[in-house]
T-cell receptor, first 113, second 114 residues
Framework: AQTVTQSQPEMSVQEAETVTLSCTYDTSESDYYLFWYKQPPSRQMILVIRQEAYKQQNATENRFSVNFQKAAKSFSLKISDSQLGDAAMYFCAYGGATNKLIFGTGTLLAVQP | GAGVSQTPSNKVTEKGKYVELRCDPISGHTALYWYRQSLGQGPEFLIYFQGTGAADDSGLPNDRFFAVRPEGSVSTLKIQRTERGDSAVYLC????????????FGAGTRLSVL
């Protein structure tokens, strides 16, 4: 069975600085997707970035980028130029052949002004 | 609609009662998912619909939980004889089809069983 592990329950970053959130996963599948979702207090999960496992190039979306290390089964999220609106819970998720998403336990990000 | 809509936003019920939670997916999305998020945890999969049929219900915790999607659009999650342990946020997501497509989430229903 696939698992997703987020080992940082909480992180803090100064406004305009860079922060990296860690995620590791375990799977025996060769074809899968990895996601980072943001969940603000409003509860709605918002997709931040998606990575296809067969692509070697790391995905980027504006200030958000990932470091995908397939052999190490690592998928970290880097947030550059952090903004107050980035404060939220961030979840790493795995999507494989079964269609369902498997989520980690989340990292609560605080952004200090 | 523009996004995934879930109603009610909050539901308070008494132990032993029956509840229904509704999900209205993005128009045209054939795949619909239910997840349960307990306090301090990530969402956990409950059930996945492709069209009108439940393609995977392996996440339903027991036979008190049931979900339907009779016309391939709106879905209802039904919980019988609620227990205090059922208290959680129930999230619904939809996608155009399967794993390769992004799941878009609603804001969830917070269920509190007293």
């Amino acid at each position: 069975a696939q698992t997703v592990t987020q080992s940082q329950p909480e992180m803090s970053v100064q406004e305009a600085e860079t922060v990296t959130l860690s995620c590791t996963y375990d799977t025996s599948e060769s074809d899968y997707y990895l996601f980072w979702y943001k969940q603000p207090p409003s509860r709605q999960m918002i997709l931040v970035i998606r990575q296809e496992a067969y692509k070697q190039q790391n995905a980027t979306e504006n200030r958000f980028s990932v470091n995908f290390q397939k052999a190490a089964k690592s998928f970290s999220l880097k947030i550059s130029d952090s903004q107050l609106g980035d404060a939220a819970m961030y979840f790493c998720a795995y999507g494989g052949a079964t269609n369902k998403l498997i989520f980690g336990t989340g990292t609560l990000l605080a952004v200090q002004p | 609609g523009a996004g995934v809509s879930q109603t009610p936003s909050n539901k308070v019920t008494e132990k032993g009662k029956y509840v229904e939670l509704r999900c209205d997916p993005i128009s045209g999305h054939t795949a619909l998912y239910w997840y349960r998020q307990s306090l301090g945890q990530g969402p956990e999969f409950l059930i996945y619909f492709q069209g009108t049929g439940a393609a995977d219900d392996s996440g339903l915790p027991n036979d008190r939980f049931f979900a339907v999607r009779p016309e391939g659009s709106v879905s209802t999650l039904k919980i019988q004889r609620t227990e205090r342990g059922d208290s959680a946020v129930y999230l619904c997501a939809s996608s155009s089809s399967g794993t390769t497509n992004i799941q878009y989430f609603g804001a969830g229903t917070r269920l509190s069983v007293l």
